[in-house]
C-alpha cells in the first residue's frame, strides 16, 4: 500500500503484512496468496485481496481473516502556470503575452490561455492565465502577471512675438502634439493659468512666459517664449514755405508725419513756431 505524487514511473506495492491476535497462531498456518499491484498515473489501483484468498491449515484454530485490500494510489503532480509581467507605452499596441509553466515532466505541457484586464489609460492591469485546474497527471494553480502601460511622450512648441507697437495685444502661439493637453501658462515658473499672456505696449516687455502641457497618459511637456513690443519711429517734418515780400509774416503750420508714423486713433500734440517777414 502507498501513495505517491505522480512522477511518470510506476509505482508498485506487492505482498502484505498480517499480525495474528493469538500469540499462539503463526502465519505458517495459513495459505498466502501472490498478489502486487502498480500504477502509473493518477488514481487508485487495488491488489484485490479478499478474506476468501486466506485459507488456515490448522485445525486447532478457528481463524477469521480480517482483510483489508492493498492499493497504490497517484496524486496529481502541483503545476504552476506563472503570467510574465510586461508592459508598454500608452497608444502602442500590446506586446504577446507570456507565462512559465513550473513543475511539469519533461516534454509534458498543460493547455491555458492568456488575457488582460480591459484599459488603456496610464496603470496597471492584470494578465490572467486560465484553464483547467485538473489536466491529467497535474493539479494546475494559474498565477497572474501585471500590465503596466506607461505614460507616452508628447511635443510641445512655442513661439513668442516681436514686433513694433500697433495699439493691440499680442501672445505667443502653442502647439501640442496631443490634443487633449491642458495648456498651462506662467509668467514667474510657479503660479500657472490657462489664460495665455499677452503684451500691448513697450513698457509691457520683454516678458518670458513658460508654458507646459499636462495630460494623465502623457509625460508632461514645457516651453518658453519672450513677448516684446519695440517702439516706433516717428518723425514730424515742418513744411518749407515762400511768397514775395509784402511786410507781413511769412508762417506755414504744415507738418508732415514719417517714420512708422502714430497707429490709428493715436497721434501726438505739437505747436508749430516760426516767422520771416523780411526778405
Not at 500608452?90 to 512559465?100: E, K, L
Request: charged residues 20%.
Amino acid at each position: 500500500t502507498g501513495t505517491f505524487e505522480f512522477d511518470g514511473v510506476y509505482h508498485v506495492s506487492m505482498g502484505y503484512t498480517g499480525t495474528p491476535d493469538d500469540a499462539l497462531y503463526s502465519t505458517d498456518y495459513m495459505t498466502k496468496p501472490v498478489r502486487s499491484v502498480s500504477r502509473l498515473h493518477v488514481g487508485t489501483e487495488y491488489m484485490g485481496l479478499a478474506p476468501e484468498d486466506f485459507r488456515n491449515t490448522n485445525a486447532n484454530f478457528d481463524v477469521t481473516f480480517d482483510v483489508t485490500d492493498g492499493y497504490v494510489t497517484i496524486t496529481p503532480k502541483a503545476v504552476t502556470v506563472r503570467a510574465i509581467d510586461a508592459s508598454k507605452t500608452y497608444g502602442d499596441t500590446d506586446p504577446a503575452f507570456t507565462a512559465t509553466v513550473e513543475g511539469l515532466l519533461e516534454g509534458e505541457t498543460v493547455a491555458y490561455s492568456l488575457s488582460r484586464e480591459a484599459g488603456e489609460d496610464v496603470g496597471a492591469y492584470a494578465i490572467t492565465p486560465v484553464g483547467e485546474a485538473v489536466q491529467g497527471d497535474y493539479a494546475v494553480t494559474f498565477v497572474p502577471g501585471t500590465l503596466t502601460v506607461n505614460a507616452g511622450t508628447m511635443t510641445l512648441t512655442a513661439t513668442g512675438y516681436e514686433g513694433k507697437y500697433d495699439g493691440a495685444a499680442h501672445g505667443g502661439t502653442v502647439e501640442c502634439s496631443v490634443s487633449t493637453a491642458r495648456i498651462l501658462y506662467s509668467t514667474d515658473g510657479e503660479t500657472w493659468t490657462e489664460t495665455a499672456p499677452r503684451v500691448t505696449h513697450v513698457a509691457d516687455g520683454p516678458l518670458t512666459v513658460f508654458v507646459k502641457a499636462e495630460d494623465s497618459n502623457h509625460e508632461t511637456a514645457t516651453a518658453s517664449y519672450t513677448l516684446q513690443v519695440l517702439p516706433r519711429s516717428v518723425t514730424l517734418t515742418s513744411a518749407s514755405g515762400s511768397k514775395v515780400y509784402d511786410g507781413t509774416p511769412l508762417t506755414n503750420s504744415t507738418v508732415t508725419v514719417g517714420g512708422d508714423g502714430f497707429v490709428s486713433s493715436e497721434g501726438a500734440t505739437y505747436h508749430v513756431t516760426g516767422s520771416i517777414t523780411d526778405a
